[in-house]
């Protein structure tokens, strides 16, 4: 089965895409939005992923195996976020022993 073939047109658009939230994310970044910073900054950085993942990697027309495959990165990665700020949040619960 022969990949669909990527259009210098929609790489170039991706890539002006990807620069523009590059400059956003740096603008917004000098901004002081208190605990807002963080949250514009995960969505930029998601819409980036997104961008990469489903033009460059050629997820959006590829075949199902890369979307599967794809998938489950995702799901592994959120188990191990998952993981760890369940470890992060306990820490403080726990008396030390001895004490």
Known sequence: MR??????????????????LT??????????????NIVIAVVIASVQAFLILGFLMHALYGQALVRVVIVGG???FLILM????TDYLTR????????
């Open 3 to 20: 990949v669909a073939e990527t259009s210098l047109r929609s790489i170039v658009i991706t890539w002006l895409g990807l620069l523009a």
């Open 23 to 36: 400059l956003t994310s740096s603008l917004i970044g000098l901004l002081n939005l208190g605990s807002m």
């Open 74 to 76: 995702i799901i592994w």
């Open 82 to 85: 998952t993981l760890t700020s």
């Open 92 to 99: 403080g619960w726990l008396l030390p022993s001895g004490k």
